[in-house]
């Protein structure tokens, strides 16, 4: 053998023989230590088998020639060579598909009623077979005739799909569904109060699943080393087949590292099934002599869920002070019997399988030796109600849960936004990324202006249904925790399809990705704008919100010019923006690191029931009728209607600087892309000069400003030409730059418990930006460049109808102006007759911002002394009494009473006591 064939050989026979022998213990340890077989024993036993067919196919087609040169390979081996690649590709996808299966399916014997975390696995499980059968079926047909595939010139009539590069562009389904495998158990296994030693054994156990995706990384690194070395013969990469190229050669070592993958899959599957088969040959390897108690899990769940499986305890032999026959329990609770149960059936005679009870599969693993069945035959449950203060647990699970966001002062406030604003600065940056890449593929697949802004379109698109259709029930079930979570996995899973887009230099498939990724961001901006909003005192909620808008702003600065300096400065063809990837590879995975983190981390919530209180304080002047609709509702409906023409203008003049650039000074030294980072500059310092004004000013005239200044900058930008028209222009960012916030805060303000429904509307207004910047291209083309920008007027004046109403009702006033102190304060006492604080402070309402209000006791009511209810100051005079009942006794009982008066006061004391 020379050149590629040993290595790939070797490798690939060491693997097949690891995972061979591993699927051996697997049986052994199920069928001799747990005496029972479950349904994804049976389907890791079919992954093999399709493994053994999978990876004998490779070794007899290395026999025929795989890593030799094309012109190496004997003419009568061609034709076996032919049907063993077409053998490998067929059954490649259903050996993953079975041992993702068979993991999935052990994965649901976790839990029975943990409802999230089984969606989210029946979830994965259908992805994993959907998209398996389709590219099985791929690879069946792929060529058109069958027959043409094992012919080594293919036939002019005929028509064959490229292994290689559908290898590559399907490759993000595979990353996902590894990475949705290696998650999905964590937040149960972490749930978990286990011995120190059981407790690293069981997430090493499950954590295996890392070297899959390790390795499939590996594997499209020489996939796409493969794709873009062939591609350098033939100039391009195409979904087609590419005749005459060196096959044998290039796709031996990715052939290679397809079997070490599944290999290592059915390696990573086994492993936590042999836990048994280890403790009983090496029991000192896995039992924690130092662990003294039984275990449980919190809130008597194991994994963390109520019902579901018995919790692990240590055999008599493994703690120490632990008697060898069961000691009496009390047995006046019924978790009490359960454990006294527990203890009597460990220390006993182990149980045989017909009369030992159902366990759960997390039993199984810890302590294998007292559990012979398997968790797919139960489903009563038995748990420990206590555990020694020694045991060590998951610190980062055991943390107290966060108070309401509604009750957070402003530096209470600082850790949770901080936290949240990242997110914002990640949006922005993925916005600037998406605005160069798409540049690039215009220019190399050669995109005409209106396939451009279908690109942009697509993005905004996701704005229009994603809020509503995943970022509502998401928030409005589980949360703005959960609703970080789901936005950023939908967002990574937006820029792993970017992938498969580039290999194919696929127009619809790079406009499927830029809508994915515009609906994961819309997800999350669902949650993200609200709680900054929410987050602290409400009189601060725009400036909190221009701040964090403003991190966004510098994320979208960033952005572009890294993307056009560093990670895209080369892409000047197909294979160069395949080799882009990489870097959106890291987007994803570091946002669903994000996820994990957001996972653990105590994020505040605010429930509808919070939200309601807080809007009830001013509930006089939320429900002030204007027209005949109450004045939140008017607000709020007019606050959408202004947040979508907004963003459409903003967005048109996005669209159209470039051209405008060019149009104004075509021999700047500027270019338009200098002149755009400018631009974006301006729009970052415009947000955070917003939120500091708002210290001084009210919003509501900052908003009212902002929009005369976007009128009359685009009337400005039409009459003038040259420089003054392009500063008109940057002046028109600065302009735009508070306007967002300010609105979406306003229009949040008063909602109650429909203010997560109300939030969900305002970003889908974001959808504004789908629509316009086509119009505004017509209307360049039927009169020029110039007089385009009468589409951004027209757009601006439609959403200045909003401050004109907020400026001008007396009664919107009264209802948007922040007053101070506007919170669920924790320590207050309520009276029967409530003090209308916000009432008093309407009466003399501020001139100014947030800085200027009057900060008086009657204004700051967290100042006031603590105001005692009735019945306290009942109980509190009883008690005093008491006191001096007991002070007149003692004196008595010294000096003898001196009148019948005396004693008859004493009666009445008595009966006034025994009453109360």
């Not at 409005?476 to 990574?492: D, E, H, N, V």
Request: with cysteine; proline share 6%.
């Amino acid at each position: 053998m020379k050149d590629r064939q040993q290595p790939t050989l070797g490798v690939s026979i060491t693997f097949f023989t690891i995972a061979t022998i591993f699927v051996a213990l697997r049986f052994i340890s199920r069928i001799f230590v747990v005496r029972k077989i479950g349904l994804h024993d049976w389907l890791m036993l079919v992954a093999w088998l399709i493994d053994f067919g999978f990876s004998f196919s490779l070794f007899f087609a290395v026999q025929k020639g795989l890593g030799l040169h094309a012109s190496d390979i004997r003419p009568e081996d061609e034709l076996a060579f032919n049907k063993a690649n077409y053998a490998f590709t067929v059954l490649y996808n259903p050996a993953l598909m079975a041992v993702k299966t068979s993991i999935l399916v052990f994965f649901l014997t976790l839990t029975r009623n943990q409802k999230v975390f089984r969606f989210a696995n029946y979830l994965t499980l259908f992805v994993v077979n959907a998209a398996g059968f389709a590219l099985t079926f791929v690879n069946i047909f792929q060529c058109r005739p069958v027959s043409a595939v094992f012919l080594s010139d293919v036939p002019a009539h005929a028509n064959c799909t490229d292994i290689v590069t559908l290898y590559l562009s399907s490759s993000p389904v595979n990353i996902i569904t590894d990475i949705a495998i290696l998650l999905l158990p964590m937040p149960l296994l972490t749930k978990m109060r286990l011995p120190y030693k059981q407790k690293i054994i069981l997430v090493i156990t499950f954590s295996f699943g890392f070297f899959v995706a390790v390795v499939d990384v590996v594997r499209i690194a020489f996939l796409q080393q493969a794709a873009i070395s062939r591609s350098l013969e033939v100039k391009s990469i195409h979904i087609k087949n590419i005749g005459g190229v060196d096959f044998s050669w290039y796709a031996s070592l990715s052939f290679m590292w397809s079997v070490v993958e599944v290999n290592i899959s059915i390696i990573c599957g086994c492993v936590p099934s042999l836990k048994p088969l280890v403790t009983r040959l090496v029991p000192k390897l896995i039992r924690d002599t130092n662990d003294d108690t039984s275990i449980s899990s919190p809130h008597g769940l194991s994994a963390g869920v109520a019902g579901e499986s018995q919790v692990a305890v240590p055999s008599p032999a493994a703690v120490p002070g632990l008697p060898e026959s069961p000691s009496p329990l009390p047995s006046g609770k019924e978790g009490n019997k359960s454990l006294q149960k527990q203890v009597g059936s460990v220390s006993g005679v182990r149980p045989s399988s017909r009369d030992s009870g159902p366990i759960g599969i997390l039993d199984f693993l810890g302590h294998p030796e007292t559990a012979p069945q398997d968790t797919e035959g139960g489903t009563q449950t038995h748990t420990s109600a206590s555990y020694a203060p020694d045991i060590t647990f998951f610190d980062f699970v055991n943390m107290k849960n966060p108070e309401s966001m509604l009750k957070l002062n402003n530096r209470e406030s600082i850790a949770p936004i901080a936290l949240t604003t990242l997110l914002f600065f990640l949006w922005g940056f993925a916005y600037g990324l998406l605005d160069i890449l798409n540049s690039q593929f215009q220019t190399i697949v050669h995109l005409g202006p209106w396939h451009s802004l279908g690109l942009h379109g697509a993005y905004f698109g996701g704005y229009v249904i994603g809020p509503l259709l995943i970022g509502q029930p998401v928030l409005k079930i589980w949360g703005f925790k959960s609703t970080f979570i789901t936005g950023l996995c939908i967002y990574a899973c937006g820029t792993l399809i970017f992938w498969p887009s580039a290999v194919l230099t696929s127009t619809p498939a790079f406009i499927l990705s830029n809508f994915i990724v515009g609906f994961g961001l819309a997800v999350l901006e669902t949650a993200a704008n609200p709680f900054i909003a929410l987050c602290g005192p409400l009189e601060n909620s725009e400036i909190r919100l221009n701040i964090s808008q403003g991190v966004q702003a510098v994320g979208s600065v960033v952005s572009p010019l890294l993307a056009k300096r560093v990670l895209f400065k080369d892409v000047q063809d197909v294979a160069s923006l395949v080799d882009v990837q990489w870097a959106y590879l890291g987007i994803a995975l570091f946002d669903v690191l994000l996820a994990v983190a957001f996972y653990y981390l105590p994020i505040p919530e605010a429930s509808d029931e919070d939200l309601e209180e807080l809007a009830n304080r001013r509930r006089e002047d939320n429900m002030t009728k204007v027209i005949g609709i109450p004045v939140v509702w008017l607000t709020l409906g007019l606050g959408i209607w202004s947040q979508f023409f907004y963003v459409a203008g903003q967005e048109v003049l996005a669209t159209a600087l470039q051209r405008f650039v060019i149009a104004a000074r075509p021999d700047s030294s500027l270019g338009p892309f200098d002149v755009l980072t400018i631009g974006h500059s301006i729009f970052a310092v415009g947000r955070f000069f917003a939120a500091f004004a708002q210290w001084f000013l009210k919003p509501r005239w900052i908003l009212m400003v902002s929009y005369i200044g976007m009128i009359v900058c685009s009337i400005l930008c039409m009459k003038t030409s040259g420089s003054a028209a392009i500063a008109m222009a940057m002046l028109l960012y600065l302009f735009e730059s508070g306007a967002f916030s300010i609105i979406f805060a306003i229009s949040l303000r008063g909602t109650a418990q429909h203010t997560k429904t109300a939030a969900v509307l305002m970003t889908m207004a974001i959808g504004g930006g789908t629509f316009f910047p086509f119009a505004e291209y017509a209307a360049y083309l039927a009169h020029g460049e110039s007089y385009s920008f009468c589409v951004i007027i027209a757009l601006f004046c439609a959403g200045a109808i909003f401050p004109i109403y907020l400026n001008l009702v007396p009664a919107v006033k009264k209802q948007v102006d922040p007053v101070p102190n506007e919170y669920l304060r924790r320590h207050r006492r309520r009276t029967r007759i409530p003090v209308d604080t916000m009432h008093r402070e309407k009466d003399n309402p501020s001139m100014g911002g947030v800085l200027s209000r009057p900060r008086s006791l009657v204004s700051n009511p967290d100042h006031l002394p603590d105001l005692l209810l009735p019945e306290e100051i009942h109980q509190n005079s009883l008690a005093r009494d008491l006191s001096g009942a007991q002070s007149i006794s003692s004196s008595s009982s010294r000096v003898k009473p001196s009148s019948s008066r005396d004693s008859g006061s004493k009666q009445r004391f008595s009966a006034r006591v025994n009453d109360a």
